[in-house]
């Protein structure tokens, strides 16, 4: 995957996680679970589309033992172990869930090291 197919797509983190510029690693496969979202009582039926491009990944700031949940876009092929720097947030998704879409680019071996 290219670096334009992931910056095209921002993914999606908690605002109280973001660390702007900061490197990470992505340290989990993803995982079935996705914070709960509700439109309207009976619409159930939304949340899946809320997040049905998306994964839920945990990620470790490097230097730190700091772990997040990131929420990486499918189509942006994400695997375990993979390095990125974190950008800028780019828009809010839901401010009631305090979500918010970020960038995010692969980072080079030495800024994301643990």
């Not at 995957?1 to 999606?12: C, E, F, I, V």
């Not at 809320?50 to 490097?62: G, K, L, P, S």
């Not at 189509?75 to 974190?86: I, N, P, Q």
């Amino acid at each position: 995957m290219g670096l334009r197919s992931r910056a095209d797509r921002p993914a999606r983190m908690h605002a109280t996680d973001v660390r702007a510029g900061a490197a990470f690693r992505v340290v989990s496969e993803p995982l079935a679970f996705y914070p709960a979202v509700e439109f309207q009582e009976g619409e159930s039926f939304l949340a899946d589309f809320f997040w049905n491009d998306y994964e839920t990944r945990i990620a470790r700031y490097a230097g730190t033992n700091e772990f997040v949940l990131f929420y990486p876009p499918k189509a942006a092929e994400v695997e375990s172990g993979d390095r990125f720097v974190l950008g800028e947030v780019v828009g809010k998704v839901r401010m009631d869930l305090g979500l918010v879409r970020v960038t995010f680019r692969p980072a080079g071996d030495q800024s994301a090291s643990e």
